[in-house]
Nanobody
Framework: VQLVESGGGLVQPGGSLRLSCAVS????????MSWYRQAPGKERERVAS????????NYADSMKGRFTISRDNAKDTVYLQMNSLKSEETAVYYC????????WGQGTQDTVSS
């Protein structure tokens, strides 16, 4: 199993980023997927989740209305569109199954700073 996150970078407060996570080694369409993040000195937390065929999405309260999770089962890829980013959302962002059952990838660093 491989989870390869990309799309991070440096963005100013209020800016946007679109993250991608390309997966391989398992039947992607059979799994609900989540995005997680880990800020410096903090525990990893779940950001957003999507069911196996994308019919249902859930977000942590502070992300509702700003973040959108989506997936393309033909491309074995899950996405996270992040808008109106805040400086406190600087973190390494990861994808994994909803239960976090796979070996974690390296993540993608998002830095929100002016």
């Amino acid at each position: 199993v491989q989870l390869v996150e990309s799309g991070g970078g440096l963005v100013q407060p209020g800016g946007s980023l679109r993250l991608s996570c390309a997966v391989s080694g398992f039947t992607f369409s059979g799994y609900g997927m989540s995005w997680y993040r880990q800020a410096p000195g903090k525990e990893r937390e779940r950001v957003a989740s999507i069911t196996s065929v994308g019919g249902s999405r859930n977000y942590a309260d502070s992300m509702k209305g700003r973040f959108t999770i989506s997936r393309d089962n033909a491309k074995d890829t899950v996405y996270l569109q992040m808008n109106s980013l805040k400086s406190e959302e600087t973190a390494v962002y990861y994808c994994n199954s909803y239960s976090g059952s796979f070996l974690w990838g390296q993540g993608t660093q998002d830095t929100v700073s002016s």
